[in-house]
T-cell receptor, first 120, second 115 residues
Framework: GAVVSQHPSRVICKSGTSVKIECRSLDFQATTMFWYRQFPKKSLMLMATSNEGSKATYEQGVEKDKFLINHASLTLSTLTVTSAHPEDSSFYIC????????????????FGEGSRLTVL | AQKITQTQPGMFVQEKEAVTLDCTYDTSDPSYGLFWYKQPSSGEMIFLIYQGSYDQQNATEGRYSLNFQKARKSANLVISASQLGDSAMYFCAMRVLFGNEKLTFGTGTRLTIIP
C-alpha cells in the first residue's frame, strides 16, 4: 500500500485563487520531503525541499512567494500555489525518504500519487 | 552537480521480448545511488530498482535488472520477458548518498509493449 499520500489528486481552480496540496507520510516520520513539478511528457523537476521545523529550501528559479511550503509536522508537508495562473497548471508530486527499509538503507524515496492542477 | 541522460525518448518492443533502457550519468561525487522509476499514465512514480555506487554486483528485482558499468557511468535497465503492463514512462535518477537526498531525474523513456 501507499506509504506517502497526496491530496487532492486533481484540482481545478480559477485564476487568482490559491490551492493547497497536502503530502503525508503514512507509516513513518519524514523530516524532509521533496516537491517536484512535472509538465506534460516531461521529466520531474525539483521545486523545493521541505524541512520540518525550518524553512523550505527552494531550487533556483522557483518563486518562494508563489509556491509556499509548510512542513507542519513530521508526517505532513503542504504546498500552496498562491494567486494561481494558467501557467501554474501542472502535475505536482511529493516524495519522502525512509531510511533503513528492509534492513538496507537505499535512501529510497517514496512518492505520493501526484496532484494534477488545472488553472482556468 | 549531478546529471542524468536518457537518450531514448520512445521505444516499441514486442511482448515477451527483453528490452534495455539506456541511462548514463555524471557526477564528481564517489558515493551515489542510481534509481529507476516507472510512471504509468496515472502519474504515480513506482520504484523499480536501486544500485549503489559501491555495490559489487548488479542489482536485480524480479524481471528488472540494472546493468551497472561504473567506468562508463552507465546504469541501463533491463526488463526481461516484457508484458503489456510494462508500457509506461521510465525514469532514471540519481542522488548523492551523503547529504541532501533529492533525486535528479533524466528526461525519461516512453516504453510501449506491442502485443
Amino acid at each position: 500500500g501507499a506509504v506517502v499520500s497526496q491530496h487532492p489528486s486533481r484540482v481545478i481552480c480559477k485564476s487568482g485563487t490559491s490551492v493547497k496540496i497536502e503530502c503525508r507520510s503514512l507509516d513513518f516520520q519524514a523530516t524532509t520531503m521533496f516537491w517536484y513539478r512535472q509538465f506534460p511528457k516531461k521529466s520531474l523537476m525539483l521545486m523545493a525541499t521541505s524541512n520540518e521545523g525550518s524553512k523550505a529550501t527552494y531550487e533556483q528559479g522557483v518563486e518562494k512567494d508563489k509556491f509556499l511550503i509548510n512542513h507542519a509536522s513530521l508526517t505532513l508537508s503542504t504546498l500552496t500555489v498562491t494567486s494561481a495562473h494558467p501557467e501554474d497548471s501542472s502535475f505536482y508530486i511529493c516524495s519522502a525518504p525512509r531510511a533503513g527499509t528492509s534492513g538496507r538503507n537505499t535512501g529510497e524515496l517514496f512518492f505520493g500519487e501526484g496532484s494534477r492542477l488545472t488553472v482556468l | 552537480a549531478q546529471k542524468i541522460t536518457q537518450t531514448q525518448p520512445g521505444m516499441f518492443v514486442q511482448e515477451k521480448e527483453a528490452v534495455t533502457l539506456d541511462c548514463t550519468y555524471d557526477t564528481s561525487d564517489p558515493s551515489y545511488g542510481l534509481f529507476w522509476y516507472k510512471q504509468p499514465s496515472s502519474g504515480e512514480m513506482i520504484f523499480l530498482i536501486y544500485q549503489g555506487s559501491y555495490d559489487q554486483q548488479n542489482a536485480t528485482e524480479g524481471r528488472y535488472s540494472l546493468n551497472f558499468q561504473k567506468a562508463r557511468k552507465s546504469a541501463n535497465l533491463v526488463i526481461s520477458a516484457s508484458q503489456l503492463g510494462d508500457s509506461a514512462m521510465y525514469f532514471c535518477a540519481m542522488r548523492v548518498l551523503f547529504g541532501n537526498e533529492k533525486l535528479t531525474f533524466g528526461t525519461g523513456t516512453r516504453l510501449t509493449i506491442i502485443p
